[in-house]
């Protein structure tokens, strides 16, 4: 059974990660990929592994819609088939590297790591904010050296909020003290938390100077195969949710990518109504969603060493872990059912 | 069988290094620790990592005598007692992290590793030069990533002043040439040289300027876990010894505190007699010792990256290392022992 | 069976690295060693690990021809015995430290690792351009994270330099496309390549600033352990080769020394015509050389990063890999013998 689930979306890069010319590379679950853009701009996803001497594809050259190796100059078609060996007339059947599906949606490069036969872009997740005209945002990357499952615990549990976040995101201890409202989606895991009469975090200033207590609200989906998708706000407390007018309200996208089983690739954007602040205010989100990120980043790594260093002591389950519990059995059901799978091909 | 004495006091700090406020982190034998200061004064030491997710606890903060997670907030008591997790109502009874007796004797943190009803004061070394009207130094601490085992060696033969130390703690030949006294002590050995007719070394400019040649003395105790508590000094050849009006005496207390199989805490002061020079001698003192210290390192780290190259390699035993060779055996004996009371426990 | 080959020449370093006074330190198929030149200007090489408590040797002191364990003071002779143990009236017969056979010949300094019975100079490599008055270079040495085997690969087939050195030593893709002729001789390999009609390569401008087309042969062998000796050069296409007059040569000595199972070292000259050119010359021609070789670094070790990552994956043999694939049966026959010697011993 492999660590990782295979058949599903991952999140390579970013689209403007990938240049029009060049090669760029990126880890996957363990799979070094080569990515580039062919004439017509479609994105190609590679083994980036010659089949040759195992030299990596990225250190090549783009030759029109092709790559050629900056070994010894095997060239591979955006399929990834060989189509010249210097100094041989025929180029052997088995010169090939694997490729993969991508597709393109909403700003990030998706690759299909599993099965080709069952990549299915209607699995992939509604990232609308990633391109819209109603939301604005600036794109966030972040290196883990930790496995994901921990960064995805973080994001399955905000009442981390209330102590990693106090001068950031969160605000108040009262984010810890309520109990969200957690269900089974299909793919994924459904939380809501309502948090009534509290002080408006520091996170909001650029966008939103108010000095009053308001009403906060997160609701998100997090899916398979680590994907949040989430609204939130605040309005003054006891008003209308929702109202650009009187409140403010985001939209998040976030996907974690393992790049190893201990490192990890973090995409993630929240973005604000576009009828509200400017570029400015866009700018100032994202330096505070940042320093945030980097609370988490610090606090999970944290506990990565701790755990590395005695890695047989047990965790103690808290009700604040029910929606993550849910999430790493989901995990687990996907990987026997790979693992069965294989076993029966 | 573990690698570390478990029923001994082990130097986790200067008394300096643990503030009033906040906390402070290090790990002993293999154990990350928090340390803090309550209100009283008491120093608190707990295992720093929290029951629930395994973050560290000095990553959170002191809330009175108590210290909060940083991560989802669960609050422990100076026992390790879990006394609040937000947005339960009763703290299940599972929740607690280890807490650690703790001694703070003479400047040194003394923490207690093993079973703590067997915590015995009576067994802490006299340190009396860490904290005594008649003694100056300035304190001392190294970082090895070597196991202690090499380091407690080196303190065990000091044929090495001759050549390690030839151009600050030695100056002569002569001290590799005599043999020392050894002998078995209560839980541990003690070790006299006495060097007649040498060079002083360069290591007393600061508090004896004196030309001609000299008698040294050195006599320890170096006593477990690895603690060395040394008298030594020097007279004009010839002289009386011990008497501060023409010679010099130092005291000198060290302990080597494990962190793990291969990284040691090293804490260290050599004090000179309060009658004798000024701020600017201890200074120097200090200074010379550092520099001395930090030769020993630079070996020690070369001996054990070489033993680690070729870890079969077998020693060759000499006379030079009757005291080591002791000390070695009577560690192991312990080791074997408290093996033995936790199988027949 | 051993990783590598025991009875051959390994070079330890180029003759004006080890010091006339003082001592070098450097490590040969696994084992640390100790050179150093005695009065009458003989290099020594000593097992780099003191017999008592395993402090390199290279820490210590040269004492006449010879060396002072810088720990506790053994001295070790030329041949590797101790003769002085401090505070020892005899020294125990055991105390040694092992000897290596070592010749300098035309430059280099080259141990024998294996039985030193068998450590005949006849299998010194024919360098004769790396101490000859007609011609010139300087010495070059690189260090390889990566394994020997892969350096020597790359060496084994220059269909790479149309690709990894395109703008450097290649400058045609008609390098690759030639298939050359390979041979096996005595303890090697005989690889010629000849190149007609291409543009010489931008390494030759310091040289030879020749715009038209050019006629470039390649010859070397590649002997055990893993030497290059090379004879290359271009002429004005179509004229007659070696001709210092219209065109220009090169010699070649080139050596790879495995320090561990995945580091090298890497020994290399190319000379000019000393008839052609000057000092300016040689060194213009030594900087394109490095830059050129920087490139290969680059590659094998992105190479060898790939194959760390994924070592089950089978590599394609291609018609190019005929030299380096019959050199590294070779070395298994080799290896074989060497572990079949030692087995029936």
């Not at 407390?237 to 109202?243: E, N, T, V, Y």
Request: glycine residues 6%.
């Amino acid at each position: 059974m492999s660590g990782f689930i295979q058949n599903a979306w991952y999140v390579a890069a970013w689209a403007h990660e990938v240049p029009a010319d060049g090669l760029f590379a990126r880890t996957v679950i363990g799979e070094p990929l080569l990515l580039y853009r062919t004439a017509s701009d479609e994105v190609v996803a590679l083994e980036d592994r010659c089949c040759h001497r195992q030299a990596p594809l990225s250190r090549g050259r783009k030759e029109g819609d092709c790559v050629r190796c900056g070994y010894h100059g095997l060239k591979f078609d955006r399929h990834g088939i060989c189509v010249e060996v210097p100094g041989m007339e025929a180029v052997p059947p088995k010169a090939c590297v694997r490729s993969f599906p991508v597709v393109v949606h909403n700003k990030w490069i998706f690759v299909w790591m599993g099965d080709s036969t069952k990549a299915d872009p209607a699995l992939l997740p509604d990232t609308f904010s990633n391109d819209h005209p109603e939301w604005r945002y600036l794109p966030g990357y972040l290196h883990y050296e930790t496995p994901y499952e921990l960064i995805a615990d973080n994001l399955l549990d905000f009442s981390h909020l209330s102590y990693v976040h106090a001068a950031t995101l969160g605000g108040s201890e009262q984010i810890a003290q309520i109990r969200p409202k957690v269900e089974r989606i299909e793919r994924g895991i459904h939380v809501q938390r309502w948090v009534p009469n509290v002080p408006p975090p520091a996170y909001y200033q650029p966008l939103w100077d108010y000095g009053g207590l308001v009403d906060r609200w997160i609701e998100y989906e997090f899916i398979l195969p680590a994907t949040l998708l989430m609204h939130s706000g605040a309005s003054p407390a006891g008003a209308a949710r929702d109202d650009n007018r009187t409140g403010i309200r985001f939209h998040s996208c976030q996907a974690l990518t393992p790049e190893s089983a201990h490192s990890t690739h973090y995409f993630f954007q929240e973005s604000h109504h576009a009828t509200q602040g400017d570029a400015g205010t866009t700018q100032g989100l994202y330096e505070g969603l940042l320093a945030a990120f980097e609370e988490d980043r610090q606090m999970i790594t944290a506990q990565w060493r701790s755990m590395s260093l005695k890695p047989d002591v047990p965790m103690l389950p808290l009700h604040m872990d029910a929606a993550l519990t849910l999430f790493r059995r989901l995990v687990m059901q996907v990987l026997v059912e790979e693992s069965n799978c294989k076993d029966s091909a």
